[in-house]
């Protein structure tokens, strides 16, 4: 059981957009920052959104992020086949005083 | 650009410890102020953090793991370590090391990471 809670998956069509949430805790989300991370298929996680909505160099600007209070969501739009990974949610928790990941959500693009 | 890669044995017998390393380059250890991470992935499931080390030696650990987690820095050779001490088949994961980038508070996040070695614990 994650501390954090996403979707175990979503699909949607090429072209169109999807949303993952991630819910959590005024311990967690609701006092810290939300990142994301993407991991391929066989890959290791790569840091995708940071402080909740900001973008590291290179990655789309078809990623964003965005929070409030104690839930966050990653929007994905004009979907794409080499958009389909798994994708997780994470921050630190001021109560464990460590950092929590949510389950992880497969997104399949049909 | 900093890089990582983790190092070790793939196979640890139950009730022994297993120890892994993880070597930086691109980048000193010592510097930024950041906190390096374990961070571990079982078959088919998702990401469980197990601790970080500061360069300076302060630690912070998951507490799930009960106190069989130690990770260990050494400066002089930009590398830090991962020791699991009594190890079960449920410890049998894909184990990352991660760089935990933190500003303050609430700038931190994981950047880069290693690309992950899998530890199976089986006699």
């Known amino acids: 059981q994650s501390v954090l809670t996403q979707p175990p998956s979503v699909s949607e069509a090429p072209r169109q957009r999807v949303t993952i949430s991630c819910s959590g805790s005024s311990s967690n989300i609701g006092n810290n920052a939300v990142n994301w991370y993407q991991q391929l298929p066989g890959k290791a996680p790569k840091l995708l959104i940071y402080?909740?909505?900001l973008l590291p160099s290179g990655v789309s600007d078809r990623f964003s992020g965005s929070k409030s209070g104690t839930s966050a969501s990653l929007a994905i739009s004009g979907l794409q086949s080499e958009d389909e990974a798994d994708f997780y949610c994470?921050?630190?928790?001021?109560?464990?005083?460590?950092?929590?990941f949510g389950g992880g959500t497969k997104l399949t693009v049909l | 650009q900093v890089q990582l890669q983790e190092s070790g044995p793939g196979l640890v017998k139950p009730s022994q410890t297993l120890s892994l390393t993880c070597t930086v380059s691109?980048?000193?250890?010592?510097?930024?102020?950041?906190?390096w991470s374990w961070i571990r992935q079982h078959p088919g499931k998702g990401l469980e953090w197990l601790g970080h080390?500061?360069?300076?030696?302060?630690?912070h650990y998951n507490p799930s793991l009960k106190g069989r987690v130690t990770i260990l820095v050494d400066t002089s050779k930009n590398q830090f370590t991962l020791k699991l001490s009594s190890v079960t088949a449920a410890d049998t994961a894909v184990y990352y090391c991660?760089?935990?980038?933190?500003?303050?508070?609430?700038?931190?996040?994981?950047?880069?990471w290693g690309q992950g070695t899998l530890v199976t614990v089986s006699s």
């Open positions: 402080y909740d909505d």
């Open positions: 991660a760089r935990d980038l933190y500003y303050d508070p609430l700038r931190r996040w994981f950047d880069p």
């Open positions: 994470a921050a630190w928790d001021d109560s464990l005083n460590g950092w929590v």
């Open positions: 691109g980048g000193s250890i010592s510097s930024g102020g950041h906190y």
């Open positions: 080390i500061s360069y300076s030696g302060s630690t």
